[in-house]
């Protein structure tokens, strides 16, 4: 009886375990999560990743379990701009938020009309309504958030929105410039004014 012996390359084990790690890595992508983050585009060159960046973007898109910034999280997040065309950050505006247990929360935006809210400070149970307030001026937003904790993925920066019946314009707080502040806020770390916005 004779016995055969099977040489295998050192290399064998490796190429296999190689192959294996990709497609584990291949299964575990979602396609549609890497399509909306590579929608948001690049940084804007001099802002760097913080409280300040992607004003009217989606943040909880990153923001969140399994995100690129999921050791952030937030549980709702969104900007705050002037006026309706041009799109320029109004800092310290109240967010008051009701979700559907009456529990309520508020917030406040940066001077580039950001503002986020991060689960150790509120979990709410959706729907929410929202107002947001300054200078003795209010807007609500007429129909709750039924689930989406992100204010942009609804909310988008075109003026006009592209497709109106899906999507609507940013939110803003005045009908013009914020009083006594038409530029945003002179002290704000960054321009206030989002790149792109229209003059």
Same mark, same amino acid.
């Given at each position: ?26 299964? &575990?992508?979602?396609?549609? $999560? ?7 585009? *690049? ?8 409280? $300040? ?5 989606? @943040?909880? !898109? @990153? ?30 505006? %109240?967010?008051? !938020? ?12 940066? &001077?580039?009309? *950001? ?13 929410? !309504?929202? %107002?947001?307030?300054? *200078? ?11 689930? %989406?904790?992100? &204010?942009?993925? @609804? ?16 939110? $803003? ?27």
């Amino acid at each position: 009886m004779t016995t055969s012996r099977v040489i295998r390359s050192p290399f064998a084990a490796l190429r296999a375990a190689l192959l294996v790690a990709c497609v584990v890595a291949a299964a &575990c992508t979602d396609p549609v $999560y890497d399509d909306a983050v590579e929608a948001q585009g *690049n940084e804007t060159e001099g802002i760097s990743k913080g409280p $300040y960046h992607r004003a009217g973007q989606r @943040c909880v !898109l @990153c923001h969140q379990p399994g995100g690129e910034a999921s050791d952030s999280p937030f549980t709702l997040a969104g900007t705050v701009f002037a006026q309706p065309a041009r799109q320029i950050g109004v800092d310290g505006a %109240e967010i008051r !938020l009701t979700d559907a247990d009456g529990t309520r929360h508020t917030t406040k935006t940066n &001077c580039v009309g *950001n503002f986020f809210v991060k689960p150790d400070e509120w979990q709410p149970k959706f729907p929410i !309504l929202v %107002e947001v307030a300054k *200078n003795n001026i209010r807007r609500s937003m007429r129909s709750p958030i039924g689930r %989406e904790p992100d &204010c942009a993925f @609804c909310h988008v920066t075109d003026v006009p929105p592209a497709n109106p019946f899906e999507k609507v314009g940013h939110i $803003y707080l005045f009908a013009t410039d914020e009083p006594g502040s038409p530029e945003g806020a002179a002290d704000c770390p960054v321009d206030p004014k989002r790149p792109g916005s229209p003059p």
